[in-house]
């Protein structure tokens, strides 16, 4: 079986949502334009073709192409740019613009944009292609940008695991730098079909690894899933363009609460081994949830950060959603939501939480962590989408 050759747009997740409840008015997907504060007109940049970025905040600002991507453009300058999925789905590169012209990619009244933030002029910078010089309101993220770069690498190691999941491991031709949470684009060499997929390693000190490795759930139809899942393809080349996503930066010692469904636990297992190495005093606790106890993987990943940390500042909470009511398992039963209650004997007002999984469920974990008195500034998450081809 060969992969297909033409050319797919590389994606983390696709948003061909046709409707979002309360979002009634849609916004023209041709140029949008917010007008100065002043009085002067909008200036239109030098004749070179490149646009000016002025945040409003006072911070130095940046030069972009005019018609390329404001996130993109800024993330390749080494700018920390709030971001995580890059396809206008989880609403991280919010952005205000001030002032100039845009041409949005999608119809940012179907995106994670609120009736409120849309009347206030906020766009998606991930979704924005620059018209003119801007003036913009964001807050950067204050921690030492990675920058993305493309390395080909073989695969090294395959296996199948519970659950239609692959567990596949790459030996890359030099190392690469990446931080607990992040991901990256994967193409077979000579395929244009790219998919992206979370590290489940920790990242690693100093000048980064030569090794790497994702877990991928074999999805019907996918054309990357379905080809990686039909044999063994240890030797076989492949193409990493990462690290992409800002979901585990998180600098503050606390304890942490990790929620994940399904290969959302690849971001999570990273999370949470950088974290009991960085924090030594503080614990984690995983919920990790699943259909049934014959979809359960990478316990042995799970057991290992006991191992690390010590069973005392570990602690595993599997939760089986389909699972037949007659078995065997004794474990917790329902959504990933039914756990999160006070008798999970966390400090839900202090500390960190990390979601992953598919959208649904990390909106639904989101809301519930909310009644719970988490502030949604501790609250990191990462929304995974098929990307439908």
Not at 80 to 86: A, G, I, L, V
Not at 114 to 139: F, M, W
Not at 201 to 219: M, N, Q, Y
Request: glycine share 8%; charged share 25%; proline share 7%.
């Amino acid at each position: 079986m060969s992969i297909p050759t033409w050319p797919v747009r590389a994606m983390r997740t696709q948003c061909e949502q046709s409707s979002i409840p309360g979002k009634k008015e849609t916004m023209p997907t041709e140029t949008f334009a917010v007008k100065p504060a002043s009085n002067d007109s909008v200036p239109s940049g030098p004749a070179s073709g490149h646009c000016h970025v002025t945040l409003s905040n006072g911070s130095e600002g940046f030069d972009v192409r005019r018609g390329d991507l404001l996130l993109m453009s800024a993330l390749e300058q080494g700018i920390n740019y709030p971001h995580n999925c890059r396809v206008g789905t989880c609403g991280r590169c919010k952005t205000r613009l001030v002032s100039g012209r845009i041409s949005p990619l999608v119809d940012f009244a179907l995106s994670p944009l609120t009736n409120e933030e849309l009347n206030d002029g906020y766009i998606l910078a991930c979704q924005a292609k620059v018209r003119s010089d801007l003036v913009i309101d964001v807050d950067l993220v204050d921690h030492q940008v990675v920058l993305p770069k493309s390395i080909p690498g073989t695969v090294c190691g395959w296996k199948l695991l519970p659950g239609d999941v692959i567990d596949l491991r790459i030996k890359l031709e030099e190392p690469l730098v990446f931080e607990a949470g992040q991901y990256a684009a994967l193409a077979v060499s000579g395929s244009f079909v790219r998919r992206s997929f979370s590290f489940y390693d920790a990242p690693s000190s100093g000048a980064g690894t030569d090794e790497v490795g994702f877990l991928i759930k074999r999805l019907p139809g996918g054309r990357f899933s379905e080809w990686l899942a039909a044999e063994d393809r240890s030797g076989v080349r492949i193409w990493l363009e990462g690290p992409f996503g800002q979901m585990g930066i998180d600098d503050t010692p606390r304890e942490s609460l990790c929620i994940a469904g399904g290969t959302g636990i690849a971001p999570i297992l990273s999370i949470a081994e950088d974290r009991l190495k960085r924090y030594p005093d503080h614990p984690v606790t995983i919920v990790f949830g699943v259909r049934t106890a014959s979809d359960l993987f990478a316990l042995d990943r799970l057991e290992r950060l006991k191992n690390i940390a010590g069973p005392e500042r570990v602690r595993i909470v599997p939760v089986l959603s389909h699972e037949p009511a007659g078995s065997a398992w004794q474990g917790r039963r329902g959504l990933v939501t039914a756990v999160l209650d006070e008798e999970l004997d966390v400090d839900y007002h202090s500390l960190s939480a990390f979601v992953c999984g598919a959208l649904p469920m990390v909106e639904a974990v989101e809301k519930r962590l909310r009644t719970l008195n988490v502030s949604t500034d501790r609250i990191h998450a990462d929304k995974f989408e098929p990307s439908g081809v």
